[in-house]
């Protein structure tokens, strides 16, 4: 995202499916937008990405992600094509 | 968790598939357009790249390759009315709750409560995949998304990159 310079932006460092935070959590996903919908106003350098300081509480690195890729394939029988 | 370096990391998983390296877009300046209004009296257009679609439209390909068309949904859309189509993530949560990468419940409720003056009434959804034809979204699919943006008179676009 740094590279690509979208005038405002907001980082979650969450897995990937995760931008808007975690499913039926509606306090977070709430309190997540309100932060971002915030920068909107108080940016003022161009291409700045302002970390949010939610986390998610567990460790998950790129293997997790490839795993987590291949398990939801096998429990959906979808073909693998990555 | 640290921070993936999703972009390094898939560079080197395709070029151990025997793909050449992947061009990730980079820009040096950023476009700025000052705002000026409160969040109270905008009016706020969801855009999502996660692969959302209604039932009614053609689906995503969940491994799309150089998918360059969108969709438009009306921010009124029954909830359940909505899929998500798209593999390149690991999408079980987000199945279970769309708002997770298409935040259209959270986004409705912050105008009820006066949060944002308005959600406007298209949203915009595209699945893309991977993509090697940025000249062409560029030039023909985000023109026509911009046209869709300002013709409901949006002033700020709330992307989720999915």
């Known amino acids: 995202m740094k590279q690509v310079k979208p005038p405002r ?16 959590d509606i306090d977070l996903q709430t ?14 350098i161009p291409g700045e990405v302002k970390d949010l300081t939610y986390e998610w509480g567990r460790s998950f690195d ?14 959906e029988n979808a073909p693998i094509q990555l | 968790m640290k921070p993936i370096e999703y972009v390094t990391s898939l560079n080197k998983y395709y070029q151990s598939q ?3 390296p992947y061009k990730w877009s980079e820009f040096e300046t950023s476009s700025w ?27 995503f390909d969940a491994w799309a390759v150089n998918d360059l068309s ?45 949060v944002i003056g308005s959600l406007a009434p298209i949203a915009i959804t595209l699945g893309m995949g991977r993509l090697y034809k940025r000249t062409a979204l560029q030039t023909e699919t985000v023109p026509e998304i911009i046209d869709i943006l300002q013709n409901q008179n949006s002033d700020a676009v709330f992307l989720v990159a999915a």
């Open chain 1, 9 to 24: 932006a907001a980082f979650l460092n969450f897995p990937l499916g995760h931008q808007c935070g975690n499913p039926g």
């Open chain 1, 31 to 44: 309190n997540i937008l309100k932060d971002s919908l915030n920068i909107l106003t108080t940016a003022s």
């Open chain 1, 62 to 75: 790129w293997s997790d992600y490839m795993k987590g890729i291949e398990e939801m394939l096998n429990e």
């Open chain 2, 18 to 20: 025997g793909f050449p």
């Open chain 2, 33 to 59: 357009t000052p705002f000026d209004k409160s969040l109270q009296e905008s009016r706020i257009a969801l855009i999502s790249s996660a692969g959302v679609f209604k039932k009614d439209q053609d689906p």
């Open chain 2, 70 to 114: 969108f969709r438009q949904i009306s921010t009124d859309t029954p909830y359940d009315s909505l899929k998500l189509h798209h593999n390149y993530f690991d999408h079980r949560d987000a199945v279970k709750d769309l708002n997770c990468v298409f935040p259209i419940q959270r986004f409705q409720e912050l105008e009820k409560a006066g």
